[in-house]
Structure formats: structure tokens, C-alpha cells
């Protein structure tokens, strides 16, 4: 969830049928901005063979896409306060629509990085206007519900992408073959726009921000620096520049942090606090988050290339291997999110415990390298998994917001959502590395065959997902007890 900085206004108030109207609109754009960080797991096999994409731009195709996504998140919060959220959330779902079609025609895998860093940063934009219009314009029991439905949808996203990646490339309609699950896109968000043109209020906040573009341009730039040649250090062959890149970007990161305490004793509005560093319950949620949300997006980025190219599975029976994981994903959130002021961190720790779990019964599953497993045994590890990430990924920054004080609580959970982002864009570039690195030992003694390749590979980075997700518990046991109460 991202978050403003300043209090919105409550000024054109919604109910009844408009209401339920704009709360669609809404939501039809946040379904599609989950469904494009889900489905291009499930294409990816697909779009290298069209494309004739490298690991590495396999790998930019997610990490372009989320990274664009985090560094539009506080920022676009901001510029929807100050200019008008439904303005702000129009113009961002027009320009996720054009992304999304320049994505469908991508004529290269550079171009289709390129417009998929755009697609991100629409998102970006668009997405916190969603809760800034939900908070500023919706009676207090609409509200609620508002907020239900948007956790539903999320629910639902995680479910849909997979099957829908996979249902729309088995089907190739049109001979369009991976290139659908970007089309789809764009009658929905016409729909949405002729809608919300109609429908949607307008808000702004009280207090016009000023907007620290500098700081957000430093720590964008910081971030792909350090990204760049972790992932393409080894089509490089890890050249001399690449450790020097990867430098400069550690470099950029501390320049970052240093304007941006400058810029908080000039009475400015920083994207980061410095204050937030001194929180220990911020700190640990920093590094929980990091490592708990970049295992993720890895994770669906080499199972889905393993099921398919190193199994032979479509891509829909890849869907349906993925498919548990949603359903256990489903179960336990609602109940984590009830427990949550009771046994936050407990909660969370468990959660990763979980999913540490579910990757160790994976990695034990494709031990050997050689031997595919069956479907119920990869449901079954997959279903662990979705019990743990429903008890953790729901409610880990309202944990982590409990140890903020109430002033700090709106920046500190907007720089946590972009974090996740941020998290999982790393996570990408490092752990798939890893495993794109372990197919490259084994294509020499594999005799031809496919599976030893990448079975051997995804048995390689399992242990580091099992460790990621030991050392975020580890991390979430210095957050505080119980999750915040409070809708931030």
C-alpha cells in the first residue's frame, strides 16, 4: 500500500450507485497492475523463444517492470495530493494502457524492458490514487468495504495470473500467441476510463507537497546501478565497469541519504525520513521486507521457466502447478489479517518459516537434478508456500507501521511499499543469476537432455531461497508484537 504524506481533504464525497461505480473502476486498474508483475512469469518462456531473449533480459523483463512500479509509488502519491487524485489515476491508467499495447507489439526484448518500465511507472502512479480517492471520498463503512474488496481483488490477481497467462498463450489466439497477456489490457482499461471519467471524485489534500524529485531520480538511479551488473555481469563476463557500477550505485545510495537529510533540515518533505532510520522496528521492516519480497518474484520467475522448459509442461499445466499456491495464499490471509493486532509478529515469523519450508520440500523434490516431479507433489509444496505468504505478505507493514510513531506512519509505509518493490527487483536480478548461472556448469555433462539442466539449476538456488526467507524471520523478530490497528 502506498502512502501520502499529507492528510487528504474530504471533499467530493461518493455514495450509492456512483460509489459502487468508482470503487470498479478502481478496481479493474489494480487487478491489472497485479496481474503484469504475476503473468509475465508464466510468458517468459515464451516471449525468449519469440524474441530471442537472453537470461539477462528475461530477468530485466520482472526487475524493469517492479523497479519502475517502486520508484513511482511516493512520488505518484504526492503528485495525486497536489494535482487532483482522479486526474492524477486517469492519465496513469491512459498511459498503462499504452504501455501495456506498445508491450503486445514489442518488436525486441529491449523494447518490450524499455515499454515495461513504463507500464511500471504508470502503475506507480496510478496505484496510490486508488487509496487516496478510497480515504478522501467514501463514507467510513464504504470505506471499510472498500478496503475488503481491494484485498479480495488482490487475492484474486495472484489466482488469475497464472491461469490467465497461461489459458491466453495455450489458446494463441490469433497467432498472437504470449503477446495476448498484454492485449487484454487494453479493452479493460477503456472500459475503466470511460467509467471513471463519469464517476470518479475528485480530491485533493489540504496542503500542496512539494515533490522531491531529486531525491527520487538519486535513488532510482542508485538502485539500477547496483541492479545492472548483478544482472548482466554475466553475459559481460563480470568485467572491471561492472564492479565499478555496481560502486558508483553504493555511492549514489549514501549521496541519497545525505541530500535527503539536508533536504529535511531546509523544512522540505524528503522521500525518505532520515528520522525513520533511527526506528528500530523501521530498520528491521526494511530488511524483512527486502528479503522477504525478493524471494518472491525470483522464485516465480525460475519455477515457471524450470516447469516449462526443463520440464515440458505448457504453460497452462505451469498455471495450474502454481495454482495451490494461490488457493493456500487465499486461506491464510484473511485469518492473518484478523489475528493481526493480537500475534502481528508471530504472524510474520511463521509466515517465512513457512515459505522456508515450502522451498526446502522443493529443492528435496528436484534433489537429483534429473527426475521431474509429478503434479501432487509440486501442488503440495506450492500450497505450503501460498499458507505462508497469505500469514506474512498481508500484514508485515502494518507490523512494521506499529513501531513507527503516528507522525512518521504515512511516510514510513509509503517507503516500505516501495521497498517491497525494490525487494523484489533485486531479488530477481540475484537469486535468478544464481540459477541461470547453475545452467550454465551443467549444460556439459547433461548429454542433451533438458531436465538434468534445469532441475539441476533450481536445486542450486532453492538453498538460497530457504536462506532468504530464515534470515527475514530472523529480521522480523526485532518488529513489535502486534500489527498496527489503525488504516494508515
Same mark, same amino acid.
Given at each position: 500500500m502506498a502512502h501520502s504524506s499529507s492528510t487528504p481533504a474530504q471533499e467530493a464525497s461518493v455514495a450509492g450507485r456512483r460509489a459502487s461505480l468508482a470503487l470498479l473502476v478502481m478496481l479493474f486498474a489494480t487487478f491489472m497492475d497485479l496481474l503484469d508483475v504475476t503473468i509475465i512469469t508464466v510468458a517468459a518462456p515464451d516471449i525468449a523463444a519469440d524474441l530471442h531473449a537472453s537470461q539477462a533480459q528475461l530477468q530485466w523483463m520482472l526487475a524493469a517492470y517492479?523497479?519502475?512500479?517502486?520508484s513511482g509509488l511516493i512520488t505518484g502519491g504526492r503528485v495525486g495530493d497536489a494535482y487532483g487524485r482522479r486526474k492524477v489515476f486517469l492519465v496513469s491508467l491512459a498511459c498503462f494502457a499504452v504501455a501495456s499495447a506498445a508491450c503486445a507489439l514489442a518488436p525486441s526484448a529491449g523494447v518490450l524492458i524499455a515499454v515495461r518500465a513504463v507500464q511500471g511507472l504508470a502503475g506507480g502512479f496510478m496505484v496510490p490514487q486508488v487509496f487516496g480517492i478510497i480515504r478522501s471520498s467514501f463514507e467510513p463503512a464504504a470505506m471499510a468495504k472498500a478496503f475488503g474488496a481491494?484485498?479480495?481483488?488482490?487475492?484474486?490477481?495472484?489466482v488469475a495470473g497464472p491461469l490467465l497467462g497461461g489459458a491466453l498463450i495455450d489458446a494463441d489466439l490469433w497467432g498472437l500467441g504470449w503477446r495476448t497477456t498484454f492485449w487484454i489490457n487494453v479493452p479493460v482499461a477503456v472500459l475503466a476510463l470511460a467509467l471513471g471519467v463519469r464517476v470518479l471524485p475528485e480530491s485533493l489534500a489540504?496542503?500542496?507537497a512539494?515533490?522531491? #524529485? =531529486?531525491?527520487?531520480?538519486? #535513488? =532510482?538511479v542508485a538502485v539500477l546501478l547496483v541492479l545492472l551488473p548483478l544482472v548482466q555481469g554475466r553475459d559481460w563476463g563480470w568485467p572491471a565497469f561492472g564492479w565499478a557500477l555496481l560502486a558508483i550505485g553504493l555511492l549514489l545510495l549514501a549521496v541519497f541519504?545525505?541530500?535527503e537529510r539536508a533536504l529535511t533540515r531546509r523544512g522540505g518533505q524528503p522521500v525518505l525520513d532520515p528520522a525513520l532510520l533511527s526506528i528500530r522496528p523501521f530498520n528491521a521492516g526494511l530488511v524483512a521486507s527486502v528479503l522477504f519480497f525478493g524471494g518472491l518474484a525470483s522464485f516465480f520467475l525460475v519455477l515457471s521457466i524450470y516447469l516449462q522448459?526443463?520440464?515440458?509442461?505448457?504453460?497452462?499445466?505451469?498455471?495450474l502447478v502454481i495454482l495451490p499456491y494461490a488457493i493456500g495464499s487465499m486461506i491464510t490471509s484473511g485469518a492473518g489479517v484478523a489475528l493481526a493486532a493480537q500475534a502481528g509478529r508471530a504472524l510474520v515469523v511463521t509466515g517465512a518459516l513457512t515459505l522456508a519450508a515450502s522451498q526446502g520440500l522443493l529443492c528435496w523434490l528436484v534433489r537429483d537434478g534429473a527426475t521431474a516431479p509429478g503434479y501432487w507433489p509440486l501442488a503440495g509444496a506450492m500450497f505450503l508456500g501460498g499458507l505462508g505468504l497469505g500469514l506474512g505478505a498481508p500484514i508485515l507493514v502494518n507490523v512494521v507501521l506499529a513501531g513507527v510513531p503516528g507522525r512518521?506512519?504515512?511516510?514510513?509505509g509509503g517507503v516500505l511499499s516501495t521497498v517491497n518493490q525494490i525487494g523484489g527487483a533485486a531479488g530477481v536480478a540475484v537469486?535468478?543469476?544464481?540459477?541461470?548461472?547453475?545452467?550454465?556448469?551443467a549444460a556439459g555433462a547433461a548429454s542433451g537432455a533438458p531436465e538434468p539442466l534445469f532441475g539441476h539449476a533450481l536445486a542450486q538456488v532453492m538453498p538460497w531461497q530457504v536462506a532468504t526467507y530464515v534470515l527475514a524471520a530472523v529480521a522480523m523478530l526485532a518488529l513489535p508484537k502486534t500489527a498496527a490497528t489503525h488504516q494508515q
Open positions: 517492479t523497479l519502475a512500479l517502486g481491494y484485498g479480495a481483488v488482490q487475492g484474486l490477481a495472484s489540504p496542503v500542496r512539494r515533490l522531491d #524529485v =531529486a531525491g527520487a531520480v538519486l #535513488v =532510482a541519504l545525505a541530500y522448459a526443463g520440464t515440458g509442461r505448457s504453460a497452462w499445466d505451469t498455471g512518521h506512519a504515512g511516510a514510513a537469486l535468478g543469476t544464481v540459477f541461470f548461472n547453475a545452467l550454465i556448469p
